[in-house]
């Protein structure tokens, strides 16, 4: 069963350079972007989840 770990991280929505590199590093590091929510009017709350690498064996 694949299980998941999960960040979250907000960003000024108006600097759109800023959010594609939070994008880029987030991808980079294997994170998924799930969702974007409002937070007031000049930022945004990004939802990110990757997959958690196990090194036990289910039996």
Do not use: P
């Amino acid at each position: 069963m694949t299980t998941f770990e999960y960040a979250t991280e907000i960003l000024n929505s108006d600097h759109e350079k800023k959010l594609n590199q939070a994008l880029q590093k987030r991808g980079s590091e294997g994170w998924e972007l799930v969702s974007t929510v409002a937070v007031g009017l000049t930022h945004t709350r990004l939802f990110f989840k990757r997959a958690v690498v196990s090194n036990v064996e289910a039996v």
